[in-house]
């Protein structure tokens, strides 16, 4: 079987909108993002090492405030 590739598998955004969340298949990370709310710019303040082999969803339950 082929390995799985690197790249993201799955994006979520918080229900506030203010964050987006994205699970790296092939490198087994879960990324997050601060979305700017003028120009919905990402920057990148996170990200998750062993989160499983190839994380291919995300559920986002609450926010930070």
């Known amino acids: 079987a082929k390995p799985p590739q690197a790249g993201p598998a799955k994006l979520q955004v918080d229900p506030s909108g203010n964050f987006l969340y994205v699970a790296n298949s092939g490198a087994d990370t ?3 993002f601060q979305i700017d ?3 919905g710019d990402l920057t990148q303040v996170g990200s998750s ?3 499983g082999a ?12």
């Open 30 to 32: 879960v990324t997050a």
């Open 37 to 39: 709310p003028l120009t």
């Open 49 to 51: 090492k062993g989160t």
């Open 54 to 65: 190839a994380p291919s969803g995300i559920t986002v339950i609450g926010t930070i405030q």
